[in-house]
């Protein structure tokens, strides 16, 4: 079975602080993972994903396959960057997403 | 151009009662997706259409649950004899459907429709 954990419900920092939230997976293959995120009152947008290698917004996450980890990352945190945050994995040529729980991220003035 | 859109965006229903949901998908995009989304977690694979064939209904929870696309554009998300238990965001997706060995096209999520059975 496919599994995203995102341990972290809520996350606050304060701006200009580095913010990293958390993702593992678990699955034997080699899976594509994505970011995802719903800024309030806003539909679900992709954010990034780790075939792309881009950075998005000053966003990064990189793949550790040893890890099984897929974190995303940014040096300063903005207060716009306040929102509910999902980690996502599908598997090559297939079309299902299976998401972790989400982490409110919550940038504080 | 429009993104994808859901109707209604807030039903309630009785228990027991049949609902229907809609989605229209972003024009031309071949595959069309279902997901449920329960208050603090993450969406929920229910099925997936690529234009009007349902290839995969395996997230579908019961046999209450019945997703039809039957032009390959337009879907309906039916559940009948609703239960408390359903009460969720429904989360509608489409993509263009050009999957490779590589990579997974993006879905692009319409606004969700929120189902509160009372």
């Known amino acids: 079975a496919q599994r995203v954990t995102q341990p972290e419900k809520l996350l606050s920092v304060f701006k200009g602080a580095p913010v990293e939230l958390k993702c593992n997976y678990s699955y034997s293959g080699s899976p594509e993972l994505f970011w995802y995120v719903q800024y309030s009152r806003q539909r679900l947008q992709l954010l990034l994903r780790?075939?792309s290698r881009e950075s998005i917004k000053g966003f990064t996450a990189d793949l550790n396959k040893g890890e099984t980890s897929f974190h995303l990352k940014k040096p300063f945190a903005q207060e716009e960057d306040s929102a509910m945050y999902y980690c996502a994995l599908s598997l090559y040529n297939f079309n299902k997403f299976y998401f972790g729980s989400g982490t409110k991220l919550n940038v504080k003035p | 151009g429009a993104g994808v859109s859901q109707s209604p965006r807030y039903k309630v229903a009785k228990r027991g009662q049949d609902v229907a949901l809609r989605c229209d998908p972003i024009s031309g995009h071949v595959s069309l997706f279902w997901y449920q989304q329960a208050l603090g977690q993450g969406p929920e694979f229910l099925t997936y259409?690529?234009?009007?064939?349902?290839?995969?209904k395996s997230g579908l929870p019961s046999d209450r649950f019945f997703a039809e696309r039957p032009e390959g554009s337009v879907s309906t998300l039916k559940i009948q004899r609703t239960q408390q238990e359903d009460s969720a965001v429904y989360l509608c997706?489409?993509?263009?459907?050009?999957?490779?060995?590589?990579?997974?096209?993006?879905?692009?999520f319409g606004p969700g429709t929120r189902l509160t059975v009372l």
């Open positions: 259409f690529q234009n009007e064939a349902q290839l995969d």
């Open positions: 780790h075939i």
């Open positions: 997706a489409s993509s263009r459907g050009r999957n490779t060995d590589f990579s997974t096209d993006t879905q692009y």
